[in-house]
């Protein structure tokens, strides 16, 4: 088995509050960044995405923010519920050859308390 | 439609012993991807294909690590022999490729645990 585990990092967010969650990217060359929940047990659902020739997305509940500068891009999720308890993954679409290829962050774990 | 279908959900094995996992993409979406989740490394893709041909193996760990596409409307992931190593959970996703974003739709996954 894996002595040595990913650590992911864990943000915990009193309910009602919002929540940010960061990603860094490192493909300045991707098309667009999108934004994925995974709750337990299951596999991973797309949120919202965004262009790389744009600098914010809204969405219900959820604005996605791109930095291109410092290949910087977040998630901002208001009155955050119990229900957006999940592991959420960045990821990035890029277009190599007339085909798309989609790469996975690392996760970040949000736990909105009661 | 009912989803990315894969089975087995769950499989526990003894290593040396070969595995078949299997995916069925919602219809009429042209790409596939595998992708293979653990603690240590994350989500990692391992290959994906378009219209039933595969475009990129660079992830494919090793030789061991076997894909196919014989149709549209099926995949399998074979793994022979498998390793402890190999535990993970591994993901099949789908996509309609045309102008798409990169939404990708996943099924539940199938948990593989190599003793």
């Not at chain 1, 894996?2 to 490192?26: M, R």
């Not at chain 1, 999108?34 to 604005?63: A, C, H, L």
């Not at chain 1, 891009?73 to 085909?99: H, K, M, R, W």
Request: aromatic share 10%; proline share 5%.
């Amino acid at each position: 088995g894996e002595s040595v585990g990913l650590h992911l990092p864990t943000l915990s967010v009193q309910e009602g509050d919002n929540s940010i969650i960061n990603c860094a990217y490192s493909n300045s060359a991707s098309d667009y960044f999108i934004w994925y929940k995974q709750e337990s047990g299951k596999g991973p659902q797309f949120i919202i995405d965004i262009r790389s020739n744009m600098d914010k997305r809204q969405g219900q509940r959820v604005t996605v923010l791109l930095n291109k500068t410092v290949k910087h891009l977040s998630l901002q999720i208001a009155a955050t519920q119990p229900g957006d308890s999940a592991v959420y993954f960045c990821a990035e679409n890029s277009f190599s050859g007339g085909y798309q290829k989609v790469t996975f962050g690392t996760g970040t774990k949000l736990q909105v308390i009661p | 439609d009912a989803g990315v279908i894969q089975s087995p959900r769950h499989e526990v094995t003894e290593m040396g012993q070969e595995v078949t996992l299997r995916c069925k993409p919602i219809s009429g979406h042209d790409y596939l991807f595998w992708y293979r989740q653990t603690m240590m490394r994350g989500l990692e893709l391992l290959i994906y294909f378009n219209n039933n041909v595969p475009i990129d193996d660079s992830g494919m760990p090793e030789d061991r690590f076997s894909a196919k596409m014989p149709n549209a409307s099926f995949s399998t992931l074979k793994i022979q022999p498998s390793e402890p190593r190999d535990s993970a959970v591994y993901f099949c996703a789908s996509s309609l490729g045309r102008e798409n974003t990169g939404e990708l739709f996943f099924g539940e996954g199938s948990r593989l645990t190599v003793l």
